[in-house]
Structure formats: C-alpha cells, structure tokens
C-alpha cells in the first residue's frame, strides 16, 4: 500500500460496526436525530 492510498476498513471492523447498528431498534431518521438531540439535552441538564 502506497503512502497515498486510502485507508480502507478491515473486514472485521465493518463486521463489527455493521453487527452494532443492526443491535440497535429500527427508527427513522428524523427519529434518531430527535432521540440524539434529547440525550444530547439531558447529558447538558446534568452539567453544574
């Protein structure tokens, strides 16, 4: 591999990343934004 190739994900590690987002529940997109910005918003109520 040359120095300027790009880097390409191993078979395992899309493997695994792939097995992760299938454990998650099916949502639609605009559902997921909304669960990431409600996280997003509890984590922040929790700073001093």
Known sequence: ??????KQESN???LARVK???DE?????????EDINQTTRQK???LP
């Open 1 to 6: 591999m040359h120095k300027n190739d790009p």
């Open 44 to 46: 922040l109520e929790k």
């Open 20 to 22: 992760k987002e299938m």
């Open 12 to 14: 395992q590690a899309t």
């Open 25 to 33: 529940p099916r949502m639609a997109e605009s559902t997921r934004e």
